[in-house]
């Protein structure tokens, strides 16, 4: 009797592993799968999460919005930040409201097409959605491309120039234009 | 008699039907013997000693007049600044301070942090404070600034709701949290913003996110424990609404069971708002609260056909159950974001002959209600201010009457609706005078372009659609605002102060016939109940929109204060000249500036360098 029942309780558990294992296993694969889609091979590592004046590495990365070629992305842009709500937050007019002007030269979490990728993408901590979690990466770089449009973004770091990351995110006198 | 005597009395018989007009019209001045407008009176249970302001509105019936009389409208000229407190933050300062016996309790905007200040040393002097820590990503949920509209103390607490949706008790005494309960979700996009209400023995609590498609209710809490004793919603089957049979509206469009789903499309009332940010008061007679409901969601029209309740109206409850006594909607099918979320004032008034108990109501969209508060009858509707949305109001059927012209359709800009969304009036509450029989209530004079833009609900995200331009109703320079006061026996307008800001401040009445209230460019001003003379005006460092309160200090003098810290609805006029910047100062008036100072020998003296403390000698 207890031999089947002992028996019976491993063969759950057996079930259960395998089980947890293979959620485990795909998940990560998502996980890494996005990751590597939103960003190409070692860049990841190398932007900085956040902004840290003086303390981040200098990034020899360029990292320009890949749709950057793309005559109608911001126009796609413009329809998604609508559609996404975006304008309830940030105004029709991208002026700001309940959330900051997209259109001036100030940005507290950066103002590269990266870091807006990477705001709109993770979320932020003052209440702004992580649409990684609903959105494809091509809509998102579409919305870049709509902000950058609007005129108060940062060119992406030059080629082999050192990011300072201390510039970003205090209005800073050399905004760059598109 | 002699010629003298005779010819004295000649002349008072020939000049009396000229001095007649003269001395009504100087007892218009002085109020000595003038008598009240609407006959209205109030009770004012619920209020703290007549030195203190121990909740928002002062008393339950939510008056806003205090019985002091140190400071007249003859002395008030001499008003000057006594201190001031700065707390640090960001955002629109909104809340009254409480005082009560010698302690001044107040919590700031987020991220919510509370302070007793000990008024009996030389002010202001922190007794303790208390770090609530709200989340921040509420901040990205608050559509109107990230503000608290008020707190309550009973019972040796101080009680307030946090930005992202707690209800915190703290103890008055030591500054120790005392519980703490969780109410709604964040990521709902749902934050609370109102003033918690105390009364009963219980909490009363709602939220905020009329814009976020949230679904809205209010809450009473025990005292003690803040447990949650009943939620009762705006939308939504009359079990979740809690109407029973014991339900009696008014009007007949508001019979009917389950009208809080079956006046929306098929389950768009899971999104439809109707939540409850405003001031609550409270019949002790009668055991009911009267609180209302915001503007349906969407804020597109067109999307949820239908009248929409319960969202834009206002509940009669029973305390204790919460179960539904009356509903009113003000306005039905909202198109405009008219939220019925006003403050009550409830008042007893002879209308048309009869005494009647009434409350009164002035609603976002420029009717201002005097409805009887034991049926939900309207007996007075007038408008304060000037709209264009509506044609006139229904008394038979209880409904206005809306002009096809202001309905918006989507991707259609309509150049002039009046009044904007938020209103000719907003939540800033007026205050009642018992010898003038008046309520005096700051106002705007806008309007506002509408283009409506259909949007679908993802959840933390505006369930909105409203693109607005705002501009004074006389063109985009105009006066924005006003101060009147209002008879709300007979639905007149006695007087107007024009503003060339919005005044979205609260106003409070003194038993000297005094009225306190500040504009949103700073000017905090007292004028007289009577004849609306400005009286004293102070500049101060911020536009205010805060509520204004007055007490008694330990030193036995009247003291006035506000918090001047501008923010909410009235960061619309920012691009105007005069628009000052944000603040976070509160000013303490006081006769000549009179107030605690430090005793001498508190006072340092200076001392030689071989005997000061940061001298190299003694190291």
Same mark, same amino acid.
């Given at each position: 009797m207890s031999i089947i029942r002992v028996a019976v309780g491993a063969v759950i558990l057996v079930i259960l592993a395998v089980g947890v294992t293979a959620w485990w296993v795909t998940t990560r694969a998502q996980t890494d799968a996005r990751v590597a889609v939103a960003w190409p091979e070692g860049v990841a590592a190398a932007v900085p999460q956040g902004l840290s004046a003086g303390e981040a590495p200098p990034i020899t990365v360029s990292i320009d919005n890949p749709l950057a070629n793309d005559p109608n992305a911001a126009e796609e842009g413009k329809k998604l930040f609508s559609q996404m709500n975006c304008a309830g937050c940030h105004g029709y007019d991208a002026k700001g409201g309940m959330g900051p002007d997209l259109t001036d030269i100030e940005w507290r979490y950066g103002g590269r097409p990266i870091d807006i990728f990477k705001s709109i993408y993770e979320g932020r901590a003052q209440g702004m959605p992580a649409w990684g979690n609903a959105l494809p990466t091509a809509p998102i770089w579409q919305l870049v491309a709509y902000i950058q449009s609007l005129g108060g973004t940062f060119a992406p770091s030059a080629e082999g120039q050192p990011q300072q990351a201390v510039n970003q995110g205090l209005g800073a006198q050399a905004g760059q234009k598109q | 008699m002699n010629s003298g005597t005779s010819g004295f009395l000649l002349a008072a018989i020939l000049l009396a039907p000229l001095s007649a007009p003269a001395l009504a019209q100087s007892a218009q001045a002085t109020s000595t013997t003038q008598s009240s407008y609407s006959g209205a009176t109030a009770d004012f249970a619920g &209020? *703290? +000693? &007549? *030195?203190?302001? /121990?909740s928002q509105a002062r008393d339950y019936a939510n008056t806003r007049y205090s019985p002091l009389d140190q400071i007249t409208p003859t002395n008030v000229g001499r008003l000057k600044l006594a201190w001031t407190f700065s707390d640090g933050t960001q955002y629109g300062h909104e809340g009254a301070p409480l005082v009560v016996g010698d302690t001044m309790y107040l919590v700031t905007p987020f991220p919510n942090t509370a302070y007793a200040l000990d008024l009996s040393k030389p002010s202001p002097s922190i007794k303790w404070k208390f770090e609530a820590d709200p989340s921040p990503q509420s901040i990205g949920k608050a559509c109107c600034d990230a503000v608290i509209r008020g707190w309550a103390y009973a019972d040796g607490k101080l009680i307030y709701n946090m930005l992202d949706d707690h209800t915190v008790a703290v103890d &008055?005494? /030591? *500054?120790? +949290?005392v519980w703490r309960t969780e109410m709604d979700k964040v990521s709902h996009g749902v934050t609370m913003t109102q003033s918690a209400f105390v009364a009963d023995g219980k909490v009363f609590v709602g939220n905020s996110g009329g814009e976020m498609g949230v679904n809205g209710w209010l809450a009473a809490l025990d005292l003690g424990t803040g447990k949650e004793l009943w939620r009762a919603h705006a939308v939504g089957p009359d079990s979740d609404v809690r109407i029973d049979a014991t339900f009696k509206p008014f009007y007949d469009w508001m019979k009917g069971k389950d009208l809080g789903v079956k006046t929306w499309p098929p389950n768009a009332w899971n999104t439809g708002a109707g939540a409850s940010w405003g001031f609550v008061s409270y019949d002790e007679k009668t055991k009911t609260i009267f609180y209302g409901t915001s503007n349906p969601g969407p804020r597109v029209p067109v999307q949820r056909p239908g009248d929409n309740l319960w969202t834009s109206s206002m509940f009669a409850r029973d305390p204790d159950t919460g179960m539904a006594k009356w509903g009113y909607q003000f306005t039905p099918h909202d198109q405009w974001d008219y939220d019925g979320v006003n403050e009550a004032v409830l008042l007893d008034m002879p209308i048309e002959g009869k005494m009647r108990q009434t409350l009164v109501h002035f609603d976002r969209n420029t009717y201002a209600y005097t409805i009887d508060r034991n049926t939900g009858e309207v007996l007075v509707a007038g408008n304060f201010a000037y709209q264009n949305w509506s044609t006139g109001f229904d008394m038979k059927t209880g409904r206005p009457i809306v002009d096809p012209a202001r309905e918006p359709k989507p991707g259609v800009k309509i150049d002039k609706v009046c009044p904007p969304d938020i209103g000719q009036k907003d939540w800033e509450p007026p205050a009642f005078s018992p010898a003038t029989g008046l309520l005096y209530v700051g106002v705007f004079n806008i309007c506002m372009s509408l283009t409506d833009h259909e949007v679908s609900y993802i959840a933390g995200t505006p369930y909105d659609g409203m693109e607005m331009q705002r501009f004074s109703v006389d063109g985009s320079d105009g006066n924005w605002g006003g101060l009147l006061a209002w008879d709300p026996a007979h639905g007149k307008k006695i007087w107007e102060i024009p503003e060339k800001f919005m005044v979205m401040s609260g106003v409070i009445t003194t038993a000297s016939n005094l009225v306190f209230y500040g504009t949103t460019d700073g000017w905090f001003r007292a004028v007289d109940a009577w004849t609306g003379k400005v009286l004293w005006s102070q500049k101060l460092g911020s536009g205010i929109i805060g509520q204004p309160i007055t007490y008694m200090g330990p030193d036995q003098r009247q003291y006035v204060a506000v918090a001047a810290g501008v923010g909410g609805a009235a960061m619309v006029q920012q691009a105007r000249d005069g628009f000052l910047p944000r603040g976070n100062t509160l000013y303490v008036f006081s006769i000549n500036g009179d107030t605690i100072t430090a005793p001498n020998e508190d006072t340092p003296s200076a001392v030689s360098p071989s005997e000061a403390s940061s001298s190299p000698s003694q190291q």
């Open positions: - | &209020a *703290g +000693q &007549a *030195g203190e302001w /121990t &008055a005494n /030591t *500054g120790k +949290q």
